[in-house]
């Protein structure tokens, strides 16, 4: 039925444009005025995507600091589906998907961390997460959370002011959601649409609806959204890197894992290659296929009721959104890691008969990787079932009382609250003991795997585990606010505009952890290998993925009925299972002061105006986590708090050197507070599935940098900009991560912090399994550098028909930024960004009449994996590869009630993936070879109708 309506809806938008706009061109042209008459005065009214462009560049133009906006045409009309998709068009923006649904989540400001950037609604300060995030505990705000048409503008500060809310080390980004009075008139607009995903052959409906309304003094708005999504991904993984048999069987290991192939087993054959050969050749610590499909929903709800006269304007303001995501995820392949014989005796393939021995096989002399047929291989067949949830509530009293033509006093109290859930089981049995033959061909996303045992026998799997945990992560936040703005004269025709203000804002952020994998284990072992043999089934959970020709395409796996039936997270996650090492509450609560002002005058004929301004903060933290103690090392209840304070400078300016040519310039302090998870968590391991943990440190202090912006900015002509901007950040006290190798049973963590994989068939994770440990410290002073371009023009200039065209495009440039050194086993530094390099935005667009088209490429460049910030000792640096996405629309307005809109995203189906470097140069760069978690997430096609009455 979907299929059927979107192979109707667009032959039916291209009729009516193609009809339409030849109607157009055969109606009478109006008559010529008579001799003599006075020609009557010609009105061009802007209105689409080049409607909120201009309305965007006149914000801009008449701020003093860096300051961006993106504007919604009319209310509830945003220009792109997905806020953190439009913040991508700004310089310096780039954008973090989510890695389930392929929608923009977070952002990154001008390269530095998310949690680097503060997001207020309304001006107060918010906090959300979602899906991956859900127990991270990082600060930030996931965009994900809201449907983009509950947002009327977005305005984005690069350049501290003083009346800006501190923390946003990068910049400030302020959603401003609409109100009745932004168009006083009543309006009822629409949005249908049908979107197709062409990887999981699947369509879901999307709506939008919003009343708005004013009679007299009073207005009231309320506004309803709801979208569907179902995203399938694929691809490979490595899940950890590379290593070889050379470098894994040292101690401390070499690199991410330990491995040590099997030479002594009657079978070895090392063809013509050397001993030495093969141990230096690099094998993934997993090889192995991935699939996904990620159903979403969500829901959103806006309202606004307003009061305003000329001299007071008061207004009730409410959001609220609620984010579901309901995830199937299933992966099949060789373990290569952590395998060594040391008992010939064990079971083939199992501990302590696990090492893979070569039988015949190849070494690539390009990329060094090891292949061909090894036997006494392990195969795991896994899937993990997750469900998470985000309800997000927001409700503000805002009001403006202008007490004289002169003074104003402006307050707001307002409340929000985030909760998030996310739960999930994962399940997996293995095959021993096996000859197995890998090859990458040409494609390292989809390689090629066989064998000499069957896939779908179930009977040839054992050595099931299962794993499943439950997080729950909470943001609640309160904000008091009360502002006054004086307009004053200054001698010399100057003026000024005064604004101080008190700021008090509290917020709690909590982290719940419960891992039932123990009882969940308990519950296995009772079933035994027959019992959950009879829990498989041969046909896999999720269809419509590409797998290639040379990989299996049915294997035994697990449905998610079955496995929650067996193992229901919720039933075996109790409040029993909570665990303490993970868990904390942290509350900040910041009282702040500023003041500021404007000031404005010529000097030498040319306008300049300028604001100087300063804030002052004081923070109070209190922390509530458990820590062991005693003989026993239990965890009790610990509480920690602490006190600082912060004053911070800006100055920003702004001189008309031309009628359309403006330089600025902004130099101010800000700071950012160090992420919740490494401040209040002690030791922990974020992934289960990796044999990497994080310690805390409470005693970290907040961040401070010293920002220097200065930029040209030539507004040719209307609607139109060429800009240059240099950016300097200057950070000291800076969070840097240390990284050293340890073993679990040095970290004093239970066996159920680690997953099933590392788990032997008691649920006992081996003490002396190699482990990575991440702390972190003030570091001394760092430099964050480099430049933007930006570049805007509606193509008015041109002859019809060709007029209607425009573009947009912007550069940002970043200067090599790495919190350590990454040093060669040979001694030589090599340079490494922890941020890409460089990221730029293209849009081209077409609107004339009532046909408009977009399309726009965004690309960010490689940047250093935060796994991997130094040398492991195998000279690999693990880099997220570099990646562009490409989306377009069409639409055709049939008349002031009706459009039609094509909407088609990640038109270039890009490939997302990690990939280790040989920092060496010896076997190529690994872009193509050594790839480590590599997707595709498939194009998205929405048609529908939108309008208004």
Same mark, same amino acid.
């Given at each position: 039925?979907?299929?059927?309506?979107?192979?109707?809806?667009?032959?039916?938008?291209?009729?009516?444009?193609?009809?339409?706009?030849?109607?157009?061109?055969?109606?009478?042209?109006?008559?010529?005025?008579?001799?003599?008459?006075?020609?009557?005065?010609?009105?061009?009214?802007?209105?689409?995507?080049?409607?909120?462009?201009?309305?965007?560049?006149?914000?801009?133009?008449?701020?003093?600091?860096?300051?961006?906006?993106?504007?919604?045409?009319?209310?509830?009309?945003?220009?792109?589906?997905?806020?953190?998709?439009?913040?991508?068009?700004?310089?310096?923006?780039?954008?973090?998907?989510?890695?389930?649904?392929?929608?923009?989540?977070?952002?990154?400001?001008?390269?530095?961390?998310?949690?680097?950037?503060?997001?207020?609604?309304?001006?107060?300060?918010?906090?959300?997460?979602?899906?991956?995030?859900?127990?991270?505990?990082?600060?930030?705000?996931?965009?994900?959370?809201?449907?983009?048409?509950?947002?009327?503008?977005?305005?984005?500060?690069?350049?501290?002011?003083?009346?800006?809310?501190?923390?946003?080390?990068?910049?400030?980004?302020?959603?401003?959601?609409?109100?009745?009075?932004?168009?006083?008139?009543?309006?009822?607009?629409?949005?249908?649409?049908?979107?197709?995903?062409?990887?999981?052959?699947?369509?879901?409906?999307?709506?939008?609806?919003?009343?708005?309304?004013?009679?007299?003094?009073?207005?009231?708005?309320?506004?309803?959204?709801?979208?569907?999504?179902?995203?399938?991904?694929?691809?490979?993984?490595?899940?950890?890197?590379?290593?070889?048999?050379?470098?894994?069987?040292?101690?401390?290991?070499?690199?991410?894992?330990?491995?040590?192939?099997?030479?002594?087993?009657?079978?070895?054959?090392?063809?013509?290659?050397?001993?030495?050969?093969?141990?230096?050749?690099?094998?993934?610590?997993?090889?192995?296929?991935?699939?996904?499909?990620?159903?979403?929903?969500?829901?959103?709800?806006?309202?606004?009721?307003?009061?305003?006269?000329?001299?007071?304007?008061?207004?009730?303001?409410?959001?609220?959104?609620?984010?579901?995501?309901?995830?199937?995820?299933?992966?099949?392949?060789?373990?290569?890691?952590?395998?060594?014989?040391?008992?010939?005796?064990?079971?083939?393939?199992?501990?302590?008969?696990?090492?893979?021995?070569?039988?015949?096989?190849?070494?690539?002399?390009?990329?060094?990787?090891?292949?061909?047929?090894?036997?006494?291989?392990?195969?795991?067949?896994?899937?993990?079932?997750?469900?998470?949830?985000?309800?997000?509530?927001?409700?503000?009293?805002?009001?403006?009382?202008?007490?004289?033509?002169?003074?104003?006093?402006?307050?707001?109290?307002?409340?929000?609250? #985030?909760?998030?859930?996310? /739960?999930? &089981?994962?399940?997996?049995? %293995?095959? @021993? !003991? *096996?000859?197995? $033959?890998?090859?990458?061909?040409?494609?390292?996303?989809?390689?090629?795997? #066989?064998?000499?045992?069957? /896939?779908? &026998?179930?009977?040839?799997? %054992?050595? @099931? !585990? *299962?794993?499943? $945990?439950?997080?729950?992560?909470?943001?609640?936040?309160?904000?008091?606010?009360?502002?006054?703005?004086?307009?004053? &004269?200054?001698?010399?025709?100057?003026?000024?505009?005064?604004?101080?203000?008190?700021?008090?804002?509290?917020?709690?952020?909590?982290?719940?952890?419960?891992?039932?994998?123990?009882?969940?284990?308990?519950?296995?072992?009772?079933?035994?290998?027959?019992?959950?043999?009879?829990?498989?089934?041969?046909?896999?959970?999720?269809?419509?993925?590409?797998?290639?020709?040379?990989?299996?395409?049915?294997?035994?796996?697990?449905?998610?009925?079955?496995?929650?039936?067996?193992?229901?997270?919720?039933?075996?996650?109790?409040?029993?299972?909570?665990?303490?090492?993970?868990?904390?509450?942290?509350?900040?609560?910041?009282?702040?002061?500023?003041?500021?002002?404007?000031?404005?005058?010529?000097?030498?004929?040319?306008?300049?105006?300028?604001?100087?301004?300063?804030?002052?903060?004081?923070?109070?933290?209190?922390?509530?986590?458990?820590?062991?103690?005693?003989?026993?090392?239990?965890?009790?209840?610990?509480?920690?708090?602490?006190?600082?304070?912060?004053?911070?400078?800006?100055?920003?300016?702004?001189?008309?050197?031309?009628?359309?040519?403006?330089?600025?310039?902004?130099?101010?302090?800000?700071?950012?507070?160090?992420?919740?998870?490494?401040?209040?968590?002690?030791?922990?391991?974020?992934?289960?599935?990796?044999?990497?943990?994080?310690?805390?440190?409470?005693?970290?202090?907040?961040?401070?940098?010293?920002?220097?912006?200065?930029?040209?900015?030539?507004?040719?002509?209307?609607?139109?900009?060429?800009?240059?901007?240099?950016?300097?950040?200057?950070?000291?006290?800076?969070?840097?991560?240390?990284?050293?190798?340890?073993?679990?049973?040095?970290?004093?963590?239970?066996?159920?912090?680690?997953?099933?994989?590392?788990?032997?068939?008691?649920?006992?994770?081996?003490?002396?399994?190699?482990?990575?440990?991440?702390?972190?410290?003030?570091?001394?002073?760092?430099?964050?550098?480099?430049?933007?371009?930006?570049?805007?023009?509606?193509?008015?200039?041109?002859?019809?028909?060709?007029?209607?065209?425009?573009?947009?495009?912007?550069?940002?440039?970043?200067?090599?930024?790495?919190?350590?050194?990454?040093?060669?086993?040979?001694?030589?530094?090599?340079?490494?960004?922890?941020?890409?390099?460089?990221?730029?935005?293209?849009?081209?667009?077409?609107?004339?009449?009532?046909?408009?088209?977009?399309?726009?490429?965004?690309?960010?460049?490689?940047?250093?994996?935060?796994?991997?910030?130094?040398?492991?000792?195998?000279?690999?640096?693990?880099?997220?590869?570099?990646?562009?996405?490409?989306?377009?629309?069409?639409?055709?307005?049939?008349?002031?009630?009706?459009?039609?809109?094509?909407?088609?995203?990640?038109?270039?189906?890009?490939?997302?993936?990690?990939?280790?470097?040989?920092?060496?140069?010896?076997?190529?760069?690994?872009?193509?070879?050594?790839?480590?978690?590599?997707?595709?997430?498939?194009?998205?096609?929405?048609?529908?109708?939108?309008?208004?009455?």
């Amino acid at each position: 039925m979907h299929k059927k309506l979107l192979a109707t809806l667009l032959p039916l938008a291209l009729a009516a444009a193609y009809g339409n706009d030849a109607a157009a061109q055969q109606a009478a042209a109006p008559a010529a005025p008579a001799e003599g008459a006075a020609a009557e005065p010609t009105t061009v009214v802007v209105t689409g995507f080049r409607s909120s462009l201009q309305k965007a560049l006149n914000l801009k133009q008449q701020a003093i600091g860096v300051r961006d906006s993106i504007v919604a045409e009319d209310i509830g009309k945003f220009p792109e589906a997905n806020i953190a998709e439009s913040l991508q068009r700004v310089p310096g923006i780039i954008l973090n998907r989510d890695e389930s649904s392929a929608e923009g989540q977070r952002i990154s400001i001008r390269g530095l961390p998310t949690e680097y950037s503060v997001t207020t609604l309304n001006g107060a300060p918010v906090n959300t997460t979602s899906t991956s995030t859900i127990g991270s505990a990082a600060r930030g705000f996931n965009y994900d959370v809201f449907a983009s048409e509950l947002f009327g503008r977005v305005d984005f500060y690069k350049s501290p002011l003083a009346e800006l809310s501190e923390g946003g080390l990068g910049g400030v980004v302020d959603l401003q959601t609409p109100r009745p009075f932004d168009n006083p008139k009543r309006t009822i607009r629409y949005a249908v649409s049908e979107a197709y995903n062409t990887m999981s052959k699947n369509a879901d409906p999307m709506g939008f609806a919003l009343y708005s309304n004013t009679w007299g003094h009073w207005g009231f708005l309320a506004g309803v959204s709801h979208s569907a999504s179902t995203n399938n991904r694929s691809g490979f993984e490595a899940t950890g890197g590379y290593n070889s048999s050379a470098r894994g069987s040292q101690s401390p290991v070499k690199g991410n894992f330990a491995m040590q192939l099997d030479y002594d087993d009657p079978r070895a054959n090392l063809g013509g290659y050397t001993r030495s050969q093969i141990d230096n050749a690099l094998l993934p610590r997993i090889y192995r296929f991935y699939g996904s499909a990620n159903e979403r929903t969500r829901d959103g709800l806006v309202s606004s009721l307003q009061y305003k006269t000329a001299d007071l304007n008061l207004s009730l303001d409410v959001l609220g959104s609620k984010l579901t995501n309901h995830r199937d995820e299933m992966y099949m392949g060789l373990l290569i890691r952590n395998s060594k014989t040391t008992n010939r005796a064990a079971p083939a393939g199992q501990n302590g008969h696990n090492g893979l021995v070569p039988l015949n096989v190849h070494i690539d002399p390009d990329s060094n990787l090891l292949t061909g047929t090894f036997g006494n291989t392990s195969y795991s067949s896994g899937v993990t079932y997750s469900e998470d949830e985000t309800k997000f509530g927001y409700a503000a009293l805002n009001g403006r009382w202008a007490a004289t033509s002169k003074l104003a006093l402006t307050g707001q109290l307002s409340a929000n609250n #985030s909760n998030a859930l996310t /739960y999930q &089981d994962t399940l997996s049995g %293995q095959i @021993f !003991g *096996v000859d197995s $033959t890998i090859d990458y061909g040409s494609d390292h996303v989809y390689p090629s795997l #066989s064998s000499t045992s069957s /896939y779908t &026998d179930l009977n040839n799997y %054992q050595g @099931f !585990g *299962v794993g499943t $945990t439950w997080t729950r992560e909470t943001d609640k936040g309160k904000q008091g606010r009360l502002v006054a703005d004086w307009d004053y &004269d200054l001698p010399g025709d100057w003026t000024g505009h005064l604004k101080a203000g008190v700021v008090y804002v509290e917020t709690t952020k909590g982290i719940a952890k419960r891992n039932g994998t123990a009882a969940a284990t308990a519950k296995l072992n009772g079933l035994g290998n027959a019992g959950m043999r009879g829990l498989m089934t041969t046909s896999l959970p999720v269809d419509n993925l590409d797998m290639g020709a040379g990989w299996p395409h049915a294997w035994g796996t697990f449905t998610r009925g079955a496995t929650y039936s067996a193992f229901d997270p919720l039933a075996y996650n109790t409040e029993a299972t909570f665990t303490p090492a993970q868990s904390f509450s942290a509350t900040e609560k910041v009282s702040t002061g500023f003041i500021q002002s404007d000031f404005k005058g010529e000097v030498a004929g040319h306008e300049l105006r300028f604001n100087a301004g300063v804030r002052y903060s004081r923070t109070e933290t209190g922390i509530d986590n458990f820590k062991q103690q005693g003989a026993s090392l239990a965890y009790a209840a610990n509480h920690e708090q602490g006190t600082y304070s912060n004053v911070l400078p800006a100055f920003s300016a702004a001189l008309d050197l031309t009628e359309n040519l403006m330089w600025r310039a902004s130099w101010g302090k800000t700071v950012s507070r160090a992420s919740l998870s490494i401040i209040a968590a002690q030791t922990v391991i974020p992934n289960p599935f990796d044999n990497s943990a994080t310690a805390g440190n409470a005693s970290l202090k907040p961040q401070q940098s010293k920002n220097l912006d200065t930029s040209l900015e030539w507004y040719f002509q209307p609607g139109s900009l060429l800009s240059a901007a240099v950016f300097r950040k200057k950070l000291t006290d800076a969070t840097v991560a240390n990284t050293t190798n340890t073993t679990f049973g040095a970290l004093g963590l239970p066996d159920t912090a680690l997953g099933a994989i590392f788990q032997d068939a008691n649920g006992h994770v081996d003490p002396n399994l190699p482990m990575t440990l991440r702390s972190y410290t003030n570091a001394g002073e760092q430099t964050l550098k480099g430049y933007e371009l930006a570049y805007q023009q509606a193509f008015t200039f041109l002859p019809e028909p060709f007029k209607g065209f425009g573009a947009l495009a912007s550069y940002t440039h970043i200067d090599p930024f790495n919190s350590a050194k990454w040093i060669t086993n040979a001694g030589k530094e090599i340079e490494v960004n922890s941020v890409p390099k460089y990221a730029y935005s293209t849009t081209a667009y077409y609107e004339r009449g009532p046909l408009a088209l977009r399309m726009s490429y965004n690309y960010k460049g490689r940047s250093l994996h935060s796994d991997n910030p130094r040398n492991l000792g195998d000279d690999l640096i693990r880099w997220h590869a570099g990646r562009g996405y490409l989306d377009a629309n069409a639409s055709y307005k049939i008349n002031e009630q009706l459009e039609l809109r094509i909407d088609a995203m990640n038109l270039s189906n890009t490939l997302a993936y990690d990939y280790f470097e040989d920092a060496s140069g010896q076997y190529g760069s690994g872009k193509k070879t050594r790839m480590d978690y590599a997707k595709y997430d498939g194009r998205t096609i929405k048609v529908g109708l939108r309008g208004k009455f």
